[in-house]
């Protein structure tokens, strides 16, 4: 049967080039990096030129760049780092009511605390105001976490105009969650006045279990576990070579302008379409174009999305409801409860995402097998 992988915000396939260096690094490269020897050097070599590949996409300089084990710990370091290292200069946090758990977590824990914590809320197409940021923002503040795409919905923020606020303000550091935007936007840290920039490698077609964060340099962060002094020892620990190598490549490989446009051509067909020929379907948060070109969030009226999930796949068609880690979870999306989805719409939400390896006869192919599917799980429904 033919499969069609939509799920692409949750993981993607690793690059066949990612893996052979991977392979190489492996098998030829396993000592390590930081022995004395040829072949510590060697790894230490892989490692550097990993450094560098990631360095020129995001603009920066290699040794902004720091290796982590994934977003989520990139994430981790970012908030709770700089709530460590600049607490005596203030107490108030901000971050928006759409971020990953491995941002939302983070900030209950500091408001446990002691912390104060404002949470930005969103327009109904997943932004936030940036009157309300304003309005938050104070001489007590010192740091503020937003992501640049959601990976529900999409959402893209206006980093720079944030930026420009921030910089108004001293002790005061400026967090992206870019997991979602490494790739898919051309987001550039050091020009949009962004300290701190979280990114992953299995959203990239990397392997997983391997992130960075770019720390802008001078930024005062705290880091979270003591060691060897490994990554100037902000994230100490004998360092993922062949995953970094990985990930090294499969940065090498993100799609160029071009690319980004031949994803928006496919999200254009499959919403459209669905739209079109599919009754009581809504696309939720940004219009097409004005969201990330690999994210479409589409509601079935009167269908549950986790049924339709498992009808698609016995059609071989891989999408989600959601967010992948809460997507097992009984509690609905709190990302689409804050654009203010009324609850059926909720529950019958699908997130479709897409790559360059989806073709438009794929997206032909989904949308027909979408239509008998919902045609016939509407019909249950009302029995
Ligand atoms: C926006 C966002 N942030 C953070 C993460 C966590 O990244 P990782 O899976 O690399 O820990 C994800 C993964 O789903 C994400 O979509």
């Known amino acids: 049967m033919k499969e069609i992988y939509l799920d692409n915000a949750a993981t993607t396939k690793p690059h066949p080039k990612a893996v052979e260096e991977m392979k190489i690094a492996l098998t030829t490269a396993y000592a390590n990096p930081s022995s004395l020897h040829g072949m510590g050097i060697k ?4 490692i550097k030129e990993a450094r560098k590949r990631i360095a020129n996409k995001l603009e920066v300089n290699p040794k902004e760049v720091y290796f982590t084990s994934g977003g989520t710990e990139s994430n981790n370091l970012a908030i709770q780092g700089v709530a460590n290292s600049l607490k005596r200069y203030g107490n108030r946090v901000i971050t928006t009511s759409i971020e990953h758990p491995s941002v939302l977590e983070v900030f209950n824990r500091l408001e446990e605390d002691g912390f104060e914590v404002k949470y930005l809320s969103v327009d109904n197409t997943g932004k936030i105001k940036t009157d309300e940021l304003k309005k938050f923002l104070n001489e007590d503040t010192i740091l503020v976490s937003i992501m640049g795409i959601n990976n529900e919905i999409g959402s893209i923020q206006s980093l720079a105009e944030i930026g420009e606020l921030i910089a108004n303000y001293d002790n005061l ?7 979602q935007s490494f790739a898919k936007a051309d987001i550039y840290p050091e020009k949009l006045g962004v300290d701190l920039y979280s990114i992953s490698s299995h959203k990239i077609h990397g392997p997983k279990g391997v992130g960075a964060l770019y720390i802008r ?5 705290d880091n979270l576990m003591a060691g060897s002094g490994q990554e100037a020892g902000i994230r100490p620990g004998t360092e993922n070579v062949p995953g970094i190598v990985g990930f090294g490549k499969a940065a090498e490989l993100i799609p160029t302008k071009e690319d980004r446009d031949k994803i928006y051509k496919l999200k254009e067909l499959l919403v459209n379409r669905i739209l079109d020929e599919i009754e009581g379907t809504v696309l939720n948060g940004p219009d097409i174009y004005s969201g990330a070109c690999h994210i479409a969030n589409i509601s079935f009226e009167g269908v549950k999305g986790e ?6 796949e016995r059609e071989g068609i891989y999408v989600s409801t959601g967010a992948a880690c809460s997507s097992r979870q009984e509690t609905p999306s709190y990302v689409l409860e804050a654009i ?4 059926e719409m909720i529950e019958g939400a699908i997130r479709f995402s897409l790559s360059l390896e989806i073709t438009e006869e794929d997206i032909n192919y989904v949308v027909d097998k979408l239509k008998t599917s919902v045609t016939m799980l509407r019909k249950i429904m009302q029995r």
Not at 217 to 221: A, D, F, N, P, Y
Not at 307 to 312: A, D, G, S
Not at 340 to 343: H, P, S
């Open 43 to 46: 790894a230490e070599k892989l």
């Open 173 to 179: 550091y400026f967090h992206v969650d870019g997991v």
């Open 217 to 221: 340099k001078g930024t005062r962060l």
């Open 307 to 312: 049924v339709l999930v498992h009808t698609l």
């Open 340 to 343: 203010n989805l009324r609850k």
